[in-house]
T-cell receptor, first 118, second 111 residues
């Protein structure tokens, strides 16, 4: 079946511009996550949705970053007034329900959007 | 101190070799542990889950030492196709559902 898809695959923008990154999770997955991966680092958690609501947004670095999931499926990560330091690969993942007891459901990652801020 | 620390490598090994990666984590409340594999310019994919003291899957063995807050991954009989970055991942209990990733250990298997 179809996995997690992300668009665009690459985005080049200029400093100060606004960008939107889109994630289509696996059908039926209620949990959705955004991570950011800088060169030579592991993915860094940004935000987690359970259904339409953001259950944990503790990883968003500042108020220039915002994410929505209005219908509990597709999610959009929005970055205002982009800075060069925002350049990274933005990864989206989804899982069936989030947690099963204390154990997390397996998270399936999309191919990512490579954002370059000039 | 980083929450999850790994030796970045690279580990350069010949085919057929046995190689071991180590990982330490700082939060003793961590409950679940994973190894993910990431190929160059690709997304991470789950390799193994480690819930109790260890787990074995074919050529791969993961071990967990809660007292020392240490996780390891052993790969036996390395294949060229094992070349990738291996990410150590930790999950905390208590309502949090985010994964904490290490920076990864790079493995290069050569003929």
């Amino acid at each position: 079946g179809a996995g997690v898809s992300q668009t665009p695959s690459n985005k080049v923008t200029e400093k100060g511009k606004y960008v939107e990154l889109r994630c289509d999770p696996i059908s039926g997955h209620t949990a959705l996550y955004w991570y950011r991966q800088s060169l030579g680092q592991g993915p860094e958690f940004l935000i987690y949705f359970q259904g339409t609501g953001a259950a944990d947004d503790s990883g968003l670095p500042n108020d220039r970053f915002f994410a929505v999931r209005p219908e509990g499926s597709v999610s959009t990560l929005k970055i205002q007034r982009t800075e060069r330091g925002d350049s990274a690969v933005y990864l989206c993942a989804s899982s069936l329900g989030g947690l099963a007891g204390d154990r997390p459901d397996t998270q399936y990652f999309g191919p990512g959007t490579r954002l370059t801020v000039l | 101190r980083k929450e999850v620390e790994q030796d970045p490598g690279p580990f350069n090994v010949p085919e057929g070799a046995t190689v071991a990666f180590n990982c330490t984590y700082s939060n003793s409340a961590s409950q679940s542990f994973f190894w993910y594999r990431q190929d160059c310019r690709k997304e991470p994919k789950l390799l193994m889950s480690v819930y109790s003291s260890g787990n074995e899957d074919g050529r791969f063995t993961a071990q967990l030492n809660r007292a020392s807050q240490y996780i390891s991954l052993l790969i036996r009989d390395s294949k060229l196709s094992d070349s990738a970055t291996y990410l150590c991942v930790v999950h905390m209990a208590g309502g949090y559902n985010k994964l904490i990733f290490g920076a990864g250990t790079r493995l290069a298997v050569h003929p």
